[in-house]
T-cell receptor
Framework: GQNIDQPTEMTATEGAIVQINCTYQTSGFNGLFWYQQHAGEAPTFLSY????GLEEKGRFSSFLSRSKGYSYLLLKELQMKDSASYLCAVRGRDDKIIFGKGTRLHILP | ETGVTQTPRHLVMGMTNKKSLKCEQHLGHNAMYWYKQSAKKPLELMFVYNFKEQTENNSVPSRFSPECPNSSHLFLHLHTLQPEDSALYLC????????????????FGDGTRLSIL
């Protein structure tokens, strides 16, 4: 079967660094996406990885290891506005995009 | 402004009602999607339209009926829904659904919060 696992909730402190992990088992692999979703709002695109390694985009970085079926999203210099759910999604061989349940991140002052 | 607009934002309906959800995208995309988002569950893909043609129906009950009159508009017609259909319904669009542009992210609307009485 196809499955994407990520922690349900995490808590971190303003100014700190947090790493949100995602592991997947899917039929084929054509890329992994991370989205941010604030409560009551649309998910917004953060990053895309298809090759192994780290992609950096400002305060956010995303890492992929295809052999391990593993990715993480790294958020640096956390701000209160980073409190949101973070969704990991994988595009499989048949182009279907499967989403994880999301990780709700709470930022404490 | 996300470029994908959904109306209404909130909808309360009885089980015997008929209503429609509307989605419009202003991004020039060719693929549009309907997703269901329930509490503590992952986003569930319902339907995919690519160049106005339905390319995917993810075993969705017939009480949900999609319509895509053109690449910019997508509807979800609702009829005799059940209480378990209460959820957030999200519309999304992307440049194309083909693998050749697989790095294209989906752009989501803010969703319609649907409550079935």
């Amino acid at each position: 079967g196809q499955n994407i696992d990520q922690p349900t909730e995490m808590t971190a402190t303003e100014g700190a660094i947090v790493q949100i992990n995602c592991t997947y088992q899917t039929s084929g692999f054509n890329g992994l996406f991370w989205y941010q979703q604030h409560a009551g709002e649309a998910p917004t695109f953060l990053s895309y990885n298809v090759l192994d390694g780290l992609e950096e985009k400002g305060r956010f970085s995303s890492f992929l290891s295809r052999s391990k079926g593993y990715s993480y999203l790294l958020l640096k210099e956390l701000q209160m506005k980073d409190s949101a759910s973070y969704l990991c999604a994988v595009r499989g061989r048949d182009d279907k995009i499967i989403f994880g349940k999301g990780t709700r991140l709470h930022i404490l002052p | 402004e996300t470029g994908v607009t959904q109306t209404p934002r909130h909808l309360v309906m009885g089980m015997t009602n008929k209503k429609s959800l509307k989605c419009e995208q202003h991004l020039g995309h060719n693929a549009m999607y309907w997703y269901k988002q329930s509490a503590k569950k992952p986003l569930e893909l319902m339907f995919v339209y690519n160049f106005k043609e339905q390319t995917e129906n993810n075993s969705v009950p017939s009480r949900f009926s999609p319509e895509c009159p053109n690449s910019s508009h997508l509807f979800l017609h609702l009829h005799t829904l059940q209480p378990e259909d209460s959820a957030l319904y999200l519309c999304a669009s992307s440049q194309d659904h083909a693998r050749t542009v697989s790095n294209q992210p989906q752009h989501f609307g803010d969703g319609t919060r649907l409550s079935i009485l």
